[in-house]
């Protein structure tokens, strides 16, 4: 479902901190208790603060009704409020859904404000128990404000029942106060039913449970409200940020000084996976674009793709031979691509003498990782300039040998086994960068479920490889992520009235506008 309104998490990046959950109780209890701000003030601001967003709303006028489910935490004392303002300043009929009696003073004090008798016509109590699928009527707005981000653990099954009631309610307009319940702040996975929100307004910070799979789905669009928590800085993780892009070209410059990448990919049957990450290369500016295959049908690929230099081999070993032979020559701006479209088997002798070239910089994708576990020693211990590995989860998983069951900490992990700058791709990813000092941990945040589409990681694979033409990884992979981000963006823009996909060719045509117009990529319902 689609809604009006910004798809912005917020104006600027540098306001709020990522935090889990520990961290972000952390903050609430050093404002009240270190910095005197009563506790009874932030959370009367966290509920003026959602209300003031959503009366602009077109949906809120067309809303009927509004019902509040409100635990008994200070999560359920910010439904309150938001319940209060309504009252106060609207004729909207109000009911509250009660999972108990509010158990902390400040929650109580704002549920006590929405109790006078006079206006009993005008709010309604009921046990959250009672919720029937015929107690909403269609366009009414649904606000979750039962579990805040200290839970961690299944909420109970007959909340859960509820949630799922109201999640398949299409007509619903949900909102989720601070986190939806059910999802974990510190992005653990789950397989319970969370509450789907279309809007999740949050209060001081962005929790990692907003951006990383499974919780971003949730999420639907997140903004996030400064409600007056006393300024503490933390480190170690945040959002992506509009990149610096350093030029590549540069005056006098020539073919091998403005970037060189090799492609060991495009098999048979799976050539296009080479052609896309040369292509991407290119598109941003890359001098020279070699691809080395084991397909006797790569070449027919020069008549449509001149530009490429394409080698072709019968065994596995002379390619590999080949390719170190290119690499002894230079390696200054010189990166390499493994792994796209690759389905053969490059031997133990061949990681090992290319993860011990100094000097070099690659990107691991597609079969590559799976290569790469099998030598993870090799890999641990490698004296590359920069090794970068970009995988989905269940390519994830083949890195560390089991299943994913927290992407923040899982792509911590692969960072550390390997020895390698990570990119764990898929609904909201997380960039890890090594030895990066103060922000080791950056969150694209991206939804684009356009790019679920077979070749986008190939795309992603030539992009990074331009981009490390241009510097160091720790400094140059932020602003390849963001401008590879913001190509979808422009295709969806460009293509979004025609369809609800895009196709990776789509992507490249916006690679070279996305240099010109890299920003924050948007947040979009999912």
Known sequence: MWFNGSNNIYNDYSSFPVLDGQEAADLDKFSINEKNIESRLLMGWAGYAVFAEIVQKDWFYAAPRIHILAGTGNNGGDGYVLAWQIMASTNKPVIIWQSGEPATQDAKYFCGLCSPKDLSDRIKFHE???????????????????????????????????????????????????????????????????????????????????LVEPGILSCGIVKIFSIGFYPKIFSGRRLIQPPVISPLRKAGGHKYSSGVVSVIGGSSGMEGAAIMAAKSFLSLGGGLARIYSVSASIIKILNENPEFMIQSFSQTSAMENHVFESFSANLKNHVLVIGVGLKENLSADFWKKILSSRGLRMVVDGSGLGQIAAHEDSARNHTISDLILTPHKSEAERLLGRKITNVRKDALEISARYNAHVYLKGPGGILVLKNSGNFGEIYPNSRHYELSTGGTGDILSGVIANFLCRGEAGETLEAALSVYLKAASLAVEKNMHQKDFLTPSEIIDSLRMSLDHSSQPELRPT
């Open 128 to 210: 959250i128990s009672a919720i029937q699928d015929e107690s909403f009527l269609e366009k009414d707005i649904v606000v979750d404000a039962v579990f805040g981000t200290g839970l961690n653990k299944p909420p109970p099954e007959n909340l859960q029942k509820i949630f799922h009631l109201v999640n398949s309610r299409g007509k619903l307009i949900r909102i989720a106060m601070d986190i939806p319940s059910g999802v974990f702040s510190n992005g653990d996975s789950f397989q319970h039913t969370a509450f789907h929100a279309h809007y999740t307004y949050s209060f001081g910070s962005c929790k990692i449970g907003h």
